[in-house]
């Protein structure tokens, strides 16, 4: 599977963005769909997963109630929606696919086979 993001760019804080991942090649519906962000001079978080056939959802604490993931099956597409941005957010948001979701790891990045290039958010204060 090859994942292509986009949708990053510079907002204010206290706005909203959406993230787009596209995905080209066979996702089956016990795969799972990640978002993970880099932040300057930090490693790589987990913000938030779905899985692709039920849609269950994982948030990171820090994102939570504020973004939204989201899936379109027809296309093959991971959103994810991003309000009331802080600074904090600034990062470069990678999406990612996971084989075989039944277990507690969707957080663990070293489960994720196949990765977007990423798209940077920046968030001004």
């Known amino acids: 599977v090859q994942l292509q993001a986009s949708g990053g760019g510079l907002v204010q804080a206290g706005g909203s963005l959406r993230l787009s991942c596209a995905a080209s090649?066979?996702?089956?519906?016990?795969?799972?769909m990640g978002w993970f962000r880099q932040a300057p001079g930090k490693d790589r978080e987990f913000v938030s997963a779905i899985s692709w056939g039920y849609g269950s959802t994982l948030y990171a604490d820090s994102v939570k109630g504020r973004f939204t993931i989201s899936k379109d099956n027809a296309k093959s597409t991971v959103y994810l929606q991003m309000n009331s941005l802080k600074s904090e957010d600034t990062a470069v948001f990678y999406c990612a696919v996971r084989p075989s979701g039944y277990d507690a790891r969707w957080s663990s990045e070293t489960e994720y086979n196949s990765w977007g290039q990423g798209t940077q958010l920046t968030v001004s204060s």
């Open positions: 090649g066979r996702i089956f519906s016990s795969d799972v």
